[in-house]
């Protein structure tokens, strides 16, 4: 059993920045961020994998940057230049083992409890 704790969310203005962490209790292979907008469904945010190789989704723009280390099992999201339609729970959630359909929630087998962000105009 992997434990995900998240830390991070808070209220930002648009145009600012934020940066959530995620702790992972033990060894992943993938790692990745979701978000869950209001009234919406949760959506794939970015990934990276034990390996280094990583994807976002397309509707960010360059905007937000994923990065983990592997040493301490922690996994991180720089989001820049944030909007007031990025208002959402993010999500850190885990995998063990490898998968193609790292944008696939239904695949990750451990989830973080969620943080709330929230980007005023």
């Known amino acids: 059993q992997v434990q995900l704790v998240e830390s991070g969310g808070g209220l930002v203005q648009a145009g600012g920045s934020r940066r959530l962490s995620c702790a992972a209790s033990?060894?992943?292979?993938?790692m990745a961020w979701f978000r869950q907008p209001p009234g919406k469904a949760r959506e794939f945010v970015a990934a990276q994998m034990r390996n280094s190789d990583l994807s976002y989704a397309g509707y960010l723009e360059g905007r937000f940057t994923i990065s983990r280390d592997n040493a301490k099992n922690t996994v991180s999201l720089q989001m820049n230049s944030l909007k007031p339609e990025d208002t959402a729970v993010y999500f850190c959630?885990?995998?063990?083992?490898?998968?193609?359909?790292?944008?696939?929630?239904?695949?990750?087998?451990?989830w973080g409890q969620g943080t709330q962000v929230t980007v005023s105009s």
């Open positions: 959630a885990a995998r063990v083992l490898f998968s193609a359909r790292f944008n696939d929630p239904d695949v990750y087998d451990y």
């Open positions: 033990g060894n992943t292979y993938v």
